[in-house]
């Protein structure tokens, strides 16, 4: 009997070269490449492949596109526009059809290549056609109602791509057993289909990424850390009230923010001013790789209050630099760092101030800390190899020219 033949989907803006979002990506990648499964033929898919990509001898670009609908000529483009203005009825012209057929092709297309696609990061591409879905977050369901999870039609957005794209999954992806749990609790998955694949640090932690202090510090600074993007989930307002607390045990105590602006930085901004810690507090914005290797290495700990897990990426990168870690007592992060890190409810700035005074004297005393994670890429290809070997089985149930479906 022959390998299963899966398809690994790459995106089109792939570049291996970046570090930061593309780290995890990269790695995972990589390693695939390298890796010897067992029951496994491995081929990478894409729409159009980067400039960049090298992997040539397993490597296959799509030829039937998806379906783009024509462009319409000017005058019917601006009777569209005049019509929408006023809201008034136009004639629209039924593409389903088309579709419909692109979409054949397509399938057909791929069960020529390979039996089924496996999506390494959250997406799906085609879904008329056997895939393995990755599962990081259901955030619009397991925390409070944030604005990024539940305006502007964002929750209806993701309520519609959850319960289409996941159902329909032949097997799921979940970076944690956590994970895996609220995946059953909230979208009712069967638990049979879902295969717990760790996350793992990124690339920060090879030694080929030399840690490189941002010009904004001096070697002597004496500070905690929280690299996140300004979303109102990340909590920065109640980090700053127990940083207000912490100033009075640690008064020569500074806290980095780095990260980019997500819609929130500016009211983050005014209320550091309010609470008068513009002296005490310094945001760095987006910092390179090496940089934020450098504050690991020099922080007196990384302090995470965020409201949305299971999991986070930078606990991991924290724990494998020897960094001390402070954070939010999410189960996710519990099964991530279980007595490693200093957990503190993210709601209330007085226990996490308690927490973060608690981890800085600690560090300070030279106690050490005890770190054995399962978080790491060699467990999360073994993972993957298990379950592709699974799936080989239910796979292989139906050919690729049937007609039943």
Same mark, same amino acid.
């Not at 067992?38 to 894409?46: G, K, P, R, T, V």
């Given at each position: 009997?022959?390998?299963?033949?899966?398809?690994?989907?790459? %995106?089109?803006?792939?570049?291996?070269? /970046?570090?930061?979002?593309?780290?995890?990506?990269?790695?995972? +990648?990589?390693?695939?490449?390298?890796?010897?499964?067992?029951?496994?033929?491995?081929?990478?898919?894409?729409?159009?492949?980067?400039?960049?990509?090298?992997? /040539?001898?397993?490597?296959?670009?799509?030829?039937?596109? #998806?379906?783009?609908?024509?462009?319409?000529?000017?005058?019917?483009?601006?009777?569209?526009?005049?019509?929408?203005?006023?809201?008034?009825?136009? +004639?629209? !012209?039924?593409?389903? =059809?088309?579709?419909?057929? +692109?979409?054949?092709?397509?399938? #057909?297309?791929?069960?020529?290549?390979?039996?089924?696609?496996?999506?390494?990061?959250?997406?799906?591409?085609? #879904?008329?056609?056997?895939?393995?879905?990755?599962?990081? #977050? $259901?955030?619009?369901?397991?925390?409070?109602?944030?604005?990024?999870?539940?305006?502007?039609?964002?929750?209806?957005?993701?309520?519609?791509?959850?319960?289409?794209?996941?159902?329909?999954?032949?097997?799921?992806?979940?970076?944690?057993?956590?994970?895996?749990?609220?995946?059953?609790?909230?979208?009712?998955?069967?638990?049979?289909?879902?295969?717990?694949?760790?996350?793992?640090?990124?690339?920060?932690? @090879?030694?080929?990424?030399?840690?490189?202090?941002?010009?904004?510090?001096? %070697?002597?600074?004496?500070?905690?850390?929280?690299?996140?993007?300004?979303?109102?989930?990340?909590?920065?307002?109640?980090?700053?009230?127990?940083?207000?607390?912490?100033?009075?045990?640690?008064? %020569?105590?500074?806290?980095?923010?780095?990260?980019?602006?997500?819609?929130?930085?500016?009211?983050?901004? =005014?209320?550091?001013?309010?609470?008068?810690?513009?002296?005490?507090?310094?945001?760095?914005?987006?910092?390179?790789?090496?940089?934020?290797?450098?504050?690991?290495?020099?922080?007196?700990?990384?302090?995470?209050?965020?409201?949305?897990?299971?999991?986070?990426?930078?606990?991991?990168?924290?724990?494998?630099?020897?960094?001390?870690?402070?954070?939010? %007592?999410?189960?996710?992060? /519990?099964?991530?760092?279980?007595?490693?890190?200093?957990?503190?409810?993210?709601?209330?700035?007085?226990?996490?101030?308690?927490?973060?005074?608690?981890?800085?004297?600690?560090?300070?005393?030279?106690?050490?800390?005890?770190?054995?994670? =399962?978080?790491?890429?060699?467990?999360?290809?073994?993972? $993957?190899?298990?379950?592709?070997?699974?799936?080989?089985? !239910?796979?292989?149930?139906?050919?690729? @020219?049937?007609?039943?479906?």
């Amino acid at each position: 009997m022959r390998k299963l033949r899966v398809g690994i989907w790459v %995106n089109e803006d792939y570049q291996p070269e /970046k570090g930061g979002g593309f780290g995890y990506y990269s790695q995972l +990648i990589n390693a695939i490449y390298d890796y010897a499964f067992a029951d496994a033929e491995i081929i990478f898919i894409s729409k159009k492949f980067s400039s960049l990509w090298d992997k /040539k001898d397993k490597s296959y670009e799509i030829q039937t596109l #998806d379906f783009i609908p024509p462009v319409l000529p000017l005058r019917n483009r601006i009777l569209k526009k005049v019509a929408d203005k006023f809201r008034l009825q136009t +004639i629209t !012209v039924d593409y389903s =059809k088309e579709k419909e057929r +692109i979409n054949e092709l397509i399938k #057909d297309e791929m069960y020529k290549v390979v039996d089924l696609i496996y999506y390494p990061i959250p997406g799906c591409l085609i #879904d008329n056609f056997p895939y393995i879905y990755t599962l990081w #977050d $259901i955030g619009h369901l397991s925390m409070y109602a944030f604005p990024e999870v539940s305006m502007n039609k964002v929750y209806e957005s993701r309520k519609q791509h959850h319960d289409i794209f996941l159902q329909k999954a032949l097997m799921v992806f979940s970076e944690s057993e956590h994970g895996k749990q609220e995946a059953i609790k909230y979208l009712n998955l069967n638990e049979k289909r879902i295969k717990v694949v760790p996350i793992f640090p990124s690339e920060i932690i @090879n030694e080929k990424i030399i840690a490189s202090k941002p010009d904004k510090l001096s %070697n002597d600074l004496f500070f905690i850390h929280y690299p996140a993007q300004f979303w109102s989930h990340k909590n920065h307002y109640n980090l700053l009230l127990a940083f207000k607390i912490v100033l009075s045990n640690f008064p %020569n105590l500074k806290l980095i923010f780095s990260g980019s602006d997500k819609g929130n930085k500016d009211y983050i901004l =005014k209320l550091i001013e309010e609470l008068k810690l513009s002296n005490e507090v310094l945001d760095l914005g987006f910092v390179k790789i090496e940089e934020l290797k450098w504050i690991y290495i020099n922080s007196q700990g990384l302090v995470m209050p965020t409201f949305l897990g299971p999991t986070n990426m930078p606990l991991l990168e924290a724990a494998e630099l020897g960094c001390f870690v402070a954070c939010s %007592n999410l189960e996710g992060h /519990k099964e991530q760092l279980v007595d490693y890190a200093y957990y503190f409810d993210p709601l209330k700035p007085k226990e996490m101030a308690e927490m973060i005074i608690k981890m800085i004297e600690d560090k300070q005393n030279g106690e050490s800390r005890l770190y054995n994670s =399962k978080f790491n890429i060699k467990n999360a290809l073994n993972q $993957i190899d298990s379950a592709f070997s699974e799936i080989k089985s !239910v796979r292989f149930c139906w050919g690729t @020219n049937d007609k039943i479906f």
